[in-house]
């Protein structure tokens, strides 16, 4: 069975700390991709970054870093530095080659950034 | 600019009201998707459509009805069926290259309450 799992409903932080929104991810499938979106208060989701099973190359991009480990499953997100403006719900989501375009999404976490 | 369109922003459903939200896109994709999320919650497939006079049921399509006339548009009709309608809907599009590495982009999103 596919799945993802964003063990972190909620994080808090006070600006400027970094901080990591872990991703965890099952499938059997030797080639897929993985997806993360942010949602902030006004709803719509954003995407982030896509990575695929063949690429463990890990990528920053400015304040914002992914670490892609396919021996851990794992996905993480890392913000350096925090933001007010980092607050938002954050999304990770698998995509799988026979999917059917669909994503597998994980339920989500909220990160508050306190100033 | 590109992108995707839905309205109305807020939506009040009388009982027994059979209520449409609109998703317009001019990004020229050929992949549409209608999406329920529930407050704290993440995001659950009603429909989706690959193209023109297609689409097929998502994990919770109990209730809602989609048409899909033209490229551009997708419309999302909740039935008097659906007794819990009340909840943030989201629309999205994707181009439907085999391997599902294409990223979805999302509209600014529905919310339904019931009156």
């Known amino acids: 069975a596919q799945k993802v799992t964003q063990a972190q409903t909620e994080i808090s932080v006070v600006e400027k700390e970094d901080v990591t929104l872990d991703c965890v991810y099952e499938?059997?499938?030797?080639?897929?991709?993985l997806f993360w979106y942010k949602q902030p208060p006004s709803g719509e989701l954003v995407f982030l970054i896509r990575?695929?099973?063949?690429d463990e190359q890990n990528e920053i991009s400015g304040r914002y870093s992914w670490n892609f480990q396919k021996s851990t499953s794992s996905f993480n997100f890392t913000i350096t530095a925090s933001q007010v403006v980092d607050s938002a719900v954050y999304f990770c989501?698998?995509?799988?080659?026979?999917?059917?375009?669909?994503?597998?999404w994980g339920a989500g976490t909220k990160l508050i950034i306190k100033p | 600019d590109g992108g995707i369109t839905q309205s109305p922003k807020y939506l009040f459903r009388k009982e027994g009201q059979n209520v449409t939200l609109s998703c317009e896109q001019n990004l020229n994709h050929d992949a549409m998707y209608w999406y329920r999320q529930d407050p704290g919650q993440g995001l659950r497939l009603i429909y989706y459509s690959q193209i023109v006079n297609d689409f097929q049921k998502g994990d919770i399509a109990e209730g809602y009805s989609v048409s899909r006339e033209k490229k551009e548009s997708f419309p999302l009709t909740v039935t008097s069926a659906q007794k819990n309608p009340t909840a943030f809907y989201l629309c999205?599009?994707?181009?439907?290259?085999?391997?599902?590495?294409?990223?979805?982009?999302f509209g600014d999103g529905t919310r339904l309450s019931i009156l």
């Open positions: 990575r695929n099973s063949f």
């Open positions: 999205a599009s994707s181009h439907p290259r085999a391997g599902g590495d294409q990223p979805q982009h």
């Open positions: 989501a698998l995509s799988l080659w026979d999917s059917n375009y669909q994503l597998i």
């Open positions: 499938t059997r499938d030797t080639t897929y991709y």
